[in-house]
């Protein structure tokens, strides 16, 4: 017979691997991955558990885009719902490839403890944590997303890591995925390689109606990822990394999620 122990281990450790998979996903979708100059971009943001359908809007943050001459330019249009957030902006008269951002949005804080054998979890800052619970995790969500498109050919400047937070740093241009070849990227964490770090692959039928596809990659010692494409689609990439948060912070730690949604054609 299994000891108690070990049984409420693994029971842990399901929960927690459950918790994860049902845990709403942030995106940000373009209407569109081919643009024109002087032309607008149209964007929807949320948070899903099916991709692209979004079920909460993604919040009041810095919509940003970094234009093919790396400048920083924000959203000017942008309108809140209840289930989604969608933001409009005029492009520039510039040819190349557009960095298009959510921003960073800081969401629940998050408890789970462990008290006689069980796991409970918390979002409600004033629910006391019995005094013989064992905490297990309290962490702040922080979330952004991103995704790239191109007028005319693709570049590369847009494509600068920020080095601050997570992010995806692309070997092989997002703009330029197709059936057969490979994604290559490195994840970053403030600018430093995460090496083991687990990036889970999602491909959405985009009919609405059909469930979306995963699988799951690591990055290497270098901190370099590979997908193989072998399905034409939209994607999108799921990072999540747990780090230390800033004095002052409402918690003790950032549970980090950045996504990127990129586009694979047929050859």
Do not use: C
Request: charged share 20%; hydrophobic share 40%.
């Amino acid at each position: 017979m299994m000891p108690a122990t070990s049984l409420r281990t693994l029971l842990l450790a399901a929960w927690l691997v459950a918790g994860a998979a049902q845990a709403h996903t942030p995106f940000l979708l373009p209407n569109n991955f081919d643009v024109q100059p002087k032309g607008s971009i149209g964007v929807e943001a949320g948070f899903t558990e099916k991709f692209f359908v979004s079920d909460v809007a993604f919040g009041d943050t810095a919509f940003s885009i970094v234009t093919p001459q790396g400048e920083r330019i924000p959203f000017g249009d942008i309108h809140q719902f209840k289930q989604r957030t969608v933001a409009e902006q005029g492009l520039p008269d510039e040819k190349g490839t557009y960095r298009l951002s959510t921003g960073p949005r800081l969401g629940a804080v998050f408890r789970t403890w462990e008290r006689n054998g069980k796991t409970e979890s918390a979002r409600d800052p004033k629910q006391v944590m019995p005094a013989d619970a064992k905490l297990l995790a309290h962490y702040q969500s922080l979330s952004i997303s991103e995704a790239y498109v191109t007028a005319d050919k693709p570049s590369v400047k847009a494509l600068a890591p920020v080095g601050k937070g997570l992010e995806i740093v692309a070997i092989t241009h997002p703009s330029d995925l197709v059936v057969d070849e490979k994604f290559e990227f490195i994840v970053q964490f403030d600018g430093k390689p995460l090496v083991d770090q687990k990036v889970s692959i999602y491909r959405s039928s985009m009919d609405l109606a059909s469930q979306s596809t995963v699988q799951n990659i690591s990055t290497d010692a270098q901190g370099k990822a590979v997908l193989p494409l072998a399905k034409a689609g939209i994607y999108l990439a799921l990072i999540r990394h747990r780090a230390p948060a800033p004095v002052g912070a409402a918690a003790p730690s950032y549970g980090h999620n950045y996504t990127l949604t990129f586009r694979v054609l047929d050859q």
